[in-house]
Nanobody
């Protein structure tokens, strides 16, 4: 069974920083693209940042220059360093990953974590 487990969320003051992590576990062969999404109350889930297996990244315009996504392929982990946080960054942050389960096949499956709450408030 494949699991994505996020950690590192919490309460931070405006202008502060926070780093959230996500680790993929289970019987897998490889993790392809990974990403972070967020969902604020009453809003749709939106892409925050995305990183390919080769390290190419892209970001939502609202977080460019403030957030940095990175990954550790040896640990099947992805991180999101969030700086200069704003109240509007408050949301549940979800990890997402495309996972190849079997070395004999190139098919991948998409998985979600259960989310970690990030609250930016004074």
């Amino acid at each position: 069974q494949v699991r994505l487990v996020e950690s590192g969320g919490g309460l931070v003051q405006p202008g502060g920083s926070l780093r959230i992590s996500c680790a993929v576990s289970g019987s897998i062969f490889r993790v392809n693209a990974m990403g972070w999404y967020r969902q604020a109350p009453g809003k749709q889930r939106e892409l925050v940042a995305h990183i390919t297996s080769g390290g190419s990244t892209n970001y939502a315009d609202s977080v460019k220059g403030r957030f940095t996504i990175s990954r550790d392929n040896a640990k099947n982990a992805v991180y999101l360093q969030m700086n200069s946080l704003k109240p509007e960054d408050t949301a549940v942050y979800y990890c997402n990953a495309d996972v190849v389960l079997d070395y004999r096949h190139s098919d991948y499956y998409n998985y979600w974590g259960r989310g970690t709450q990030v609250t930016v408030s004074s």
